[in-house]
């Protein structure tokens, strides 16, 4: 039989390791049944050969040794593999501290920047804010002005028109006075003329009464004369 030393040292050193990498990756719990069965070569060692031909209790012996060295193995790798990683955190925990620490001095550096800054971006501010009253001030007051140099403009154009319509109401009074004495004279001669017609009217009418009258009196004065002529032819028989 041989020893035990010997016997875990032979053992041990045909322990492989299976998908490393996996091993090192996975930052999750892995059970250590699974670890023992997946990432070794525990089931291919216990089933060799030279397991089966052993007769018990030996084979039970070495295939507890295996399975020690199997588990043994792969948890100190795995631990291993933690250990860096945990180093790796450490390291980047540390390295993470100090640029923190540099981006806070950054921020205080910063801060006090930005506060120098804020001040003149107030004074600026309220330097602005003066300027644009001012602004607004000047620019009411040119507005002002071009108003009132508009209403003046406006004034007297006005002005230009309302003395073109006083000469043109003028013109029109002074011409309707002239046209009025004209009107009075037409006037005057379109009653005379009237006046005239009624006249002649009038004379016609007694014109034509006259005459009618005189014809009258002439048919009387002929029976007058006929009447006159059979009594001169009376007269001499009677005597």
Same mark, same amino acid.
């Given at each position: 039989?041989?020893?035990?030393?010997?016997?875990?040292?032979?053992?041990?050193?045909?322990?492989?390791?299976?998908?490393?990498?996996?091993?090192?990756?996975?930052?999750?719990?892995?059970?250590?049944?699974?670890?023992?069965?997946?990432?070794?070569?525990?089931?291919?060692?216990?089933?060799?050969?030279?397991?089966?031909?052993?007769?018990?209790?030996?084979?039970?012996?070495?295939?507890?040794?295996?399975?020690?060295?199997?588990?043994?193995?792969?948890?100190?790798?795995?631990?291993?593999?933690?250990?860096?990683?945990?180093?790796?955190?450490?390291?980047?925990?540390?390295?993470?501290?100090?640029?923190?620490?540099?981006?806070?001095?950054?921020?205080?550096?910063?801060? #006090?920047?930005?506060?120098?800054?804020?001040?003149?971006?107030?004074?600026?501010?309220?330097?602005?804010?003066?300027?644009?009253? #001012?602004?607004?001030?000047?620019?009411?007051?040119?507005?002002?002005?071009?108003?009132?140099?508009?209403?003046?403009?406006?004034?007297?154009?006005?002005?230009?028109?309302?003395?073109?319509?006083?000469?043109?109401?003028?013109?029109?009074?002074?011409?309707?006075?002239?046209?009025?004495?004209?009107?009075?004279?037409?006037?005057?001669?379109?009653?005379?003329?009237?006046?005239?017609?009624?006249?002649?009217?009038?004379?016609?009418?007694?014109?034509?009464?006259?005459?009618?009258?005189?014809?009258?009196?002439?048919?009387?004065?002929?029976?007058?004369?006929?009447?006159?002529?059979?009594?001169?032819?009376?007269?001499?028989?009677?005597?």
């Amino acid at each position: 039989m041989i020893d035990n030393k010997a016997l875990f040292d032979y053992w041990h050193d045909r322990v492989q390791l299976k998908k490393q990498e996996k091993i090192a990756a996975t930052a999750q719990h892995i059970p250590t049944q699974v670890l023992r069965h997946e990432y070794t070569n525990y089931d291919l060692l216990r089933q060799s050969a030279e397991v089966k031909q052993l007769t018990e209790p030996e084979r039970s012996r070495v295939i507890a040794i295996i399975k020690y060295e199997c588990t043994a193995q792969v948890l100190q790798y795995r631990a291993g593999c933690l250990r860096d990683r945990a180093n790796e955190f450490a390291d980047a925990y540390k390295e993470i501290n100090q640029h923190k620490s540099q981006l806070l001095d950054l921020i205080k550096v910063l801060q #006090e920047k930005l506060f120098g800054k804020d001040q003149q971006l107030k004074q600026l501010e309220t330097r602005m804010a003066s300027l644009s009253v #001012e602004n607004e001030a000047l620019r009411s007051e040119i507005e002002s002005k071009k108003a009132a140099e508009e209403l003046h403009k406006e004034l007297e154009q006005l002005k230009k028109q309302y003395d073109a319509v006083e000469k043109r109401r003028r013109e029109l009074a002074k011409n309707n006075q002239s046209l009025g004495g004209r009107v009075a004279h037409t006037q005057r001669y379109k009653k005379e003329r009237d006046e005239a017609r009624v006249l002649v009217e009038e004379q016609k009418h007694q014109i034509f009464s006259l005459t009618a009258e005189n014809q009258q009196l002439r048919q009387a004065n002929e029976q007058f004369l006929r009447k006159l002529k059979r009594l001169s032819a009376v007269e001499p028989t009677l005597g």
